[in-house]
């Protein structure tokens, strides 16, 4: 399909500008001037309009959306084993695919056009992917330890299994996903990282998130989270490393070293009492930085343009320094260095030859106008509510607020009976 979008206020890599847009085939074919040729099957107008890149969550955990507003005001160690472990093990399959979905209603409504996720289920992933349509590279959570070898190395075969079945479906990619060094011994990581390598898998994973993990690294193998998967090999230029919220000088190096991307989770951390991990030391070392919401239980929400206000406000005020995470860096963080993390050179921005995930805003609304500066206005001033319309590949999936691929009425019913089913009430 060729969709024309003409005349609207485009986030440009250059800056802001008022121009068309012309899509081709899912891609971004031409700025301003329309392609030899080009016929649209579809014209949107940007009257009142403001065209951004799709916003991508780095890191979250759609199948715990269930477990939104049932588990607060915990300490991280509480709502984790006490709280969300045993929830967890009432889900039956069918249980997560509409916890997906509702999840992937939010994050379209609310400007996500891709996300990374770590959990379990696979095939509701794959089933709540394709037929959304939005983009998703995901991981299944992975726990184990030498200790029960065989069951260790079963688990990352079925996962590989699966990864084989059905790599190559449209929109979703894999990761191999070692849950956390409390979770997965050092043994467990140097096997995954081992068959990273050989297949050439991205890794994700969560790291230095709390105090107490920290405490406990440091006392089983005398370093810190850090150090632990770099030497078991899991640190490359496709980690995604989640949190690295308690990291020192030195953690902070080696992460810049090996290129790792780091999906920073702001509001999660601080629900959590985790504190506020150190963006802008790690900024100025050079670490590849994302945005992630984390999951429905821990953040309560997984509206992107939440976390992308407290990305750019509490550093400014935990460093004293206006400047600590600007309006345009936090953009370029939730867009196209979460296309990075994502595995996506071509995403994330908008210009020729760039894939054609795109969110329009209506900026006709009091908290929006007026406009100065749009960066600004995205950073500090909207809300997430602003979404009109999201284009995933160049495929139309929500517009002027209506989705086009969800039965939303019955998404809302099903979640419903999930949580009366595993007592979430």
Request: net charge negative.
């Amino acid at each position: 399909m060729n969709i024309l979008i003409k005349d609207i206020l485009a986030v440009l890599p250059g800056g802001a500008e008022t121009c068309s847009v012309y899509i081709s085939d899912g891609m971004i074919s031409s700025i301003s001037e329309a392609p030899a040729g080009f016929a649209a099957d579809k014209t949107i107008y940007g009257a009142g309009k403001m065209l951004i890149p799709g916003l991508v969550n780095a890191h979250t955990h759609a199948g715990m959306t269930a477990f939104r507003n049932c588990a607060d005001d915990l300490l991280f160690n509480d709502w984790l084993f006490g709280k969300i472990f045993p929830l967890e093990d009432k889900l039956q399959g069918n249980d997560v695919y509409w916890a997906v979905m509702l999840a992937v209603m939010e994050m379209l409504r609310s400007g996500t056009t891709a996300f990374i996720d770590m959990y379990y289920f696979t095939d509701c992933y794959v089933r709540a992917v394709g037929e959304s349509g939005i983009r998703c590279a995901y991981s299944r959570g992975m726990t184990g330890n030498v200790g029960d070898a065989a069951a260790a190395e079963s688990k990352l075969r079925e996962i590989l299994e699966e990864i084989d079945k059905w790599d190559g479906r449209g929109n979703l990619t894999f990761m191999l996903g070692p849950h956390a060094p409390y979770t997965c011994d050092e043994g467990i990581q140097r096997e995954v990282a081992a068959e990273a390598k050989r297949r050439g898998l991205p890794i994700h994973t969560h790291l230095a998130e709390s105090l107490t993990e920290i405490e406990t690294i440091r006392e089983q193998y005398g370093c810190t989270p850090i150090e632990l998967a770099d030497r078991a090999g899991l640190l490359t230029d496709t980690t995604v490393a989640a949190h690295c919220v308690h990291i020192s000088d030195s953690d902070i190096k080696i992460l810049a070293q090996r290129g790792v991307h780091v999906a920073t989770n702001p509001v999660s951390n601080l629900k959590l009492a985790n504190g506020v991990a150190p963006i802008p030391k790690m900024l100025k070392a050079g670490v590849k930085v994302a945005l992630g919401t984390d999951s429905a239980a821990s953040n309560n929400s997984l509206n992107m343009f939440r976390d992308l206000s407290m990305l750019t406000l509490i550093h400014k005020g935990m460093n004293h320094d206006a400047q600590a995470v600007t309006a345009r860096e936090g953009f370029e963080i939730s867009t196209k260095n979460g296309a990075r993390a994502l595995g996506y050179g071509n995403l994330g921005e908008i210009k020729p030859g760039n894939i054609a995930d795109l969110v329009i805003l209506d900026t006709d609304r009091p908290n929006m106008q007026p406009i100065n500066d749009p960066v600004a206005a995205l950073a500090y001033s909207a809300s997430g509510a602003e979404v009109e319309t999201v284009i995933v590949g160049g495929c139309v999936l929500m517009e002027k607020g209506e989705f086009l691929t969800i039965d939303e009425k019955q998404v809302y019913y099903e979640a419903e009976k999930v949580c009366e089913r595993i007592g979430t009430r």
